[in-house]
């Protein structure tokens, strides 16, 4: 199961910011872990978003950008636009021992 | 460019065993490395890392513990694929599974396009 919590929802009218964030524990985040961020269209696998809580892979627009915080991670989308509409998902490597990777429990992101 | 391509069984009945496999393009399943991952998707478990396979000098494997007493996942050198197992299936099994590859900064960069398996009679 999940073990990184994100909301549910957010919500945002076409050029605004919103932002997504992930809590985790002394076990992940807070162990200092990196974060990463996926977008899944519906149908679709996840796709990368943000890498080592900061970075951008090539093609990703720049409106998308992340950062890190403590035991928090945190996804920002300014100029928000309409295919920007999807699921997001944070992740990080935990070390409990019982799994290795964890996964957020995903945010919707509505475009009004 | 690694590719990830899935294919195997979407309907499974319960108490058998689930099989899927993927087949690596661009990349050699016994690189020294990469792994080789299955992550699963359900609405009730959401996404959820399964296990690894990887090569350094020998193979090893790691699994999650919630699964760790069912899962085989093994590479195939002959056709650099690797498949995962799953015994002793039950409706909480229905789930999107996926076969990916971490990159840089251990991220999943890589992912297969996804097989819906659902655990019915």
């Known amino acids: 199961q999940s073990v990184l919590t994100q909301p549910p929802s957010v919500s945002g009218a076409p050029g605004q910011r919103v932002t997504i964030s992930c809590t985790g524990s002394?076990?992940?985040?807070?162990?200092?872990?990196?974060v990463h961020w996926y977008q899944q269209l519906p149908g679709t696998a996840p796709k990368l978003l943000i890498y080592g809580n900061s970075n951008r892979p090539s093609g990703v627009p720049d409106r998308f950008s992340g950062s890190k915080s403590g035991t928090s991670a945190s996804l920002a989308i300014t100029g928000l636009q309409a295919e920007d509409e999807a699921d997001y998902y944070c992740?990080?490597?935990?070390?409990?021992?019982?799994?290795?990777?964890?996964f957020g429990t995903g945010t919707k992101v509505t475009v009004l | 460019q690694v590719q990830l391509q899935q294919s195997g069984p979407g309907l499974v009945k319960p108490s058998q065993t689930l099989s899927l496999t993927c087949a690596i393009s661009?990349?050699?399943?016994?690189?020294?490395?990469?792994?080789w991952n299955w992550i699963r998707q359900s609405p009730s478990r959401g996404l959820e890392w399964l296990g690894r396979?990887?090569?350094?000098?020998?193979?090893?494997?790691d699994y999650a513990v919630s699964v760790k007493s069912r899962i085989t996942i093994n590479p195939d050198t002959s056709k650099n694929q690797f498949s995962l197992q799953l015994n002793s299936v039950t409706p909480e099994d229905t789930a999107v599974y996926y076969c990916?590859?971490?990159?840089?900064?251990?991220?999943?960069?890589?992912w297969g396009q996804g097989t819906m398996v659902t655990v019915s009679s």
């Open positions: 002394s076990s992940n985040i807070g162990a200092g872990y990196d």
């Open positions: 990916a590859s971490p990159g840089i900064d251990d991220a999943f960069d890589i």
């Open positions: 396979t990887y090569y350094r000098s020998k193979w090893y494997n």
């Open positions: 661009g990349d050699s399943v016994s690189s020294n490395s990469a792994a």
């Open positions: 992740q990080s490597y935990d070390s409990s021992l019982s799994v290795l990777y964890v």
